[in-house]
């Protein structure tokens, strides 16, 4: 069975960092490709970063600098490492994975490429 499990989030105060896990089960990463995206309150869903089956990696603009997106030791497991991070960042977010033909080597923040989804943590940014 597919599935996508994320953990890590919580409460952190502005400047603070927090590291989110993204276990996959059911599949091998090497041909997916795995997504972070947020949602806030009243907002649109937005792609945060992405991670290819052979290692590449987007981060979009907004958190550029502050996150970065990698995988880890542990067995199929994806790693979003936020840094600096301020109120606006409040989310819960997600991590999605997408086969096509290209997940292998490239990858978009872009939701509808990804069909299987996590349930979400939910991070906040507040003093």
């Known amino acids: 069975q597919v599935q996508l499990v994320e953990s890590g989030g919580g409460l952190v105060q502005p400047g603070g960092s927090l590291r989110l896990s993204c276990a996959a089960s059911g599949f091998t990463l090497e041909r997916y490709a795995i997504g972070w995206f947020r949602q806030a309150p009243g907002k649109e869903r937005e792609g945060v970063a992405c991670?290819?089956?052979?290692?590449?990696?987007v981060i979009a603009d907004p958190v550029k600098g502050r996150f970065t997106v990698s995988r880890d030791n542990a067995p199929n497991t994806v790693i979003l490492q936020m840094n600096n991070l301020n109120p606006e960042d409040t989310a819960v977010y997600y991590c999605?994975?997408?086969?096509?033909?290209?997940?292998?080597?490239?990858?978009?923040?872009?939701?509808?490429?990804?069909?299987?989804w996590g349930q979400g943590t939910q991070v906040t940014v507040s003093y």
């Open positions: 991670i290819a089956g052979d290692g590449f990696t």
């Open positions: 999605a994975g997408a086969r096509t033909t290209y997940s292998g080597y490239q990858c978009f923040p872009i939701s509808d490429e990804y069909d299987r």
